[in-house]
């Protein structure tokens, strides 16, 4: 339930439902669970922009993780953390955190599109947006178009900013 609230925005009742899960899985035996719901919970907090506690909850679920291969998604996530709030010491960490994971795990989990969209975010937040648009033009055409517009609004480019969001909206359409 907690992700359908998340989904529709109602992040209270989100929060709510997580929490009654890791009752649930507390009071069962299945702490062993609960990494995915501080992930879920951390990632609403990150929705929400309170970094503070996304990082609590990201922290938790890579101390819980008992599988190496979901860490991946959490570092990409940490990275994403820290670049919103300019905390590049502490994304660098996560960065090098994230390389070496790959390196350990190169069967694991394709995180190709997820890890793009942090580049991207990177190197708009650098103000480098070439280097961003390269990396958009990797993306599915749905994460492309998304990803070019808000690289071309970042840059004040309305015009092409919202060409590319109407091509994400041509795509929703179908």
């Known amino acids: 339930m907690g992700d359908i609230y998340y989904f529709m925005h109602n992040y209270d009742l989100a929060i709510k439902e997580y929490r009654s899960t890791l009752d649930y ?5 299945h702490q062993n669970e609960n990494y995915n719901v501080y992930a879920a919970i951390a990632t609403l907090y990150l929705t929400m922009n309170n970094y503070a506690k996304a990082e609590e909850y990201y922290t938790m679920a890579l101390k819980e993780s008992p599988f190496e291969t979901a860490k991946g998604g959490y570092y990409i996530a940490m990275c994403q953390l820290y670049l919103n709030q300019k905390r590049m010491t502490e994304f660098n960490k996560y960065m090098d955190l994230l390389k ?3 390196k350990n795990n190169a069967t694991s989990i394709n995180i190709t599109e997820r890890e793009y969209r942090l580049y991207i975010s990177y190197y ?17 055409p749905w994460a492309k178009y998304v990803s070019l517009s808000d690289i071309y609004l970042s840059k004040n480019d309305y015009k092409n900013g919202y060409e590319y969001y ?9």
């Open 25 to 29: 899985f507390n009071k069962s035996g």
């Open 100 to 102: 070496q994971w790959k």
């Open 124 to 140: 708009i937040t650098l103000g480098e947006y070439d280097k961003a648009i390269e990396y958009a033009n990797r993306l599915s």
């Open 166 to 174: 109407k091509l994400f909206n041509e795509l929703d359409k179908t």
